[in-house]
């Protein structure tokens, strides 16, 4: 059974998307909207963001409220969504990083090989991938998870058909 947190939270804050996540012929493009367009300059010189976005499906209270699951969609004992990718959170936000293909900046366009969002998606913020800030040389995992991949598949992240 889901625990539920019983208080309301004594502070909010105001985001607003920079962009939408698009899905078209087997692409995956991050919009970016006209005024933020500029923010893209020198990103092509990495290989790979990192793009914060809101799981806009499960923007709800019901779900806000939602602090721990039984029903990850891995073989794992009841998880703290703390400890978990679960879009069901306090705060449903996403963190994936992902390859860049190709940037188009009249455009707007970031093309990256996949990530697990949904057409639509609201993009929050993106942030270059920096190894020397994002990547860790000595980490440990729970044993239910001891046996997924290592590394990000080169491909990228992408949605789990079902």
Known sequence: MAQTRTHEPG??????PVGHVRRESHR?????????????KELEGFSHVQV?????QFDDDAYRQVTQTEHAPYEAP???VFACRSPVRPNPLGLTTAPILH??????????????????????????????CDRVQIVRVPDWAGNWPEWLPEEGLGLEEG
């Open 103 to 132: 940037i188009d900046h009249q455009a707007g366009l970031v093309e990256v090989g996949n990530m697990d969002a949904f057409d639509g998606t609201p993009i929050l913020d993106l942030k270059a991938y920096v190894p020397s």
């Open 11 to 16: 502070e909010t804050y105001r985001v607003f």
């Open 52 to 56: 914060l976005w809101w799981f806009s």
């Open 78 to 80: 009841t998880l703290g």
């Open 28 to 40: 995956t493009l991050l919009k970016i909207l006209p005024a933020y367009a500029p923010a893209l």
